[in-house]
């Protein structure tokens, strides 16, 4: 049974460049949670979402970040006009119910020149 | 806003040494988890506390959920090298649905 899955697992983008990451929950798993980690600090909420739903967007950012969880496919949160403050570790998380345990994906590192 | 204050930030000991690290919030949450996270990995699950006073070991490893289930510690017997990560404790539940509070994590060295 493959673990929560992420991609790409390293990207760098310029300034003003547009980044999108992937998150493909377990197998069974409707639920997904994105976090972000500043580097040597704990990990802060982002958004939860249900299939086609976002249940919780409180932890986002106002302007450029999105974040979708369709019928068919994985998750994806986008970030337009990255900045250098965007650079951190982006965890996905996925559970099979809203109060069960949340497993976690290897994280996608975004670096921005 | 729920919290947690992890503490210490930092702690760098010598193999064999014990050591405990605290997570403390003003908020009552549902369950209290602790989390371990190696460099360039996501946080694995290391144990859930559920009931307040509860008292959870794993090896060499014993964690605790305070009665008023505000607040947690993870204390490590005899710490060895392989210990050496970062600790995450997480909140579940409270005014939180759904989401995880963690804290701002320990980073753990054990010396050989």
Known sequence: ????????????????QEARLRCSPMKGHSHVYWYRQLPEEGLKFMVYLQKENII????????RF?????????SILRIQQVVRGDSAAYFCASSPGRQDTQYFGPGTRLTVL | TQLLEQSPQFLSIQEG???????????????LQWYRQEPGEGPVLLVTVVTGGEVKK?????????DARKDSSLHITAAQPGDTGLYLCAGVGGTSYGKLTFGQGTILTVHP
């Open chain 1, 1 to 16: 049974n493959a673990g929560v899955m992420q991609n790409p697992r390293h990207l760098v983008r310029r300034r003003g």
């Open chain 1, 56 to 63: 919780d967007e409180s932890g986002m950012p106002k302007e």
């Open chain 2, 17 to 31: 040494e014990n050591l405990t690290v605290y997570c403390n919030s003003s908020s009552v949450f549902s369950s």
């Open chain 2, 58 to 66: 794993l090896k060499r490893l014993t964690f605790q959920f305070g």
């Open chain 1, 66 to 74: 999105s974040a979708e969880f369709p019928k068919e496919g994985p």
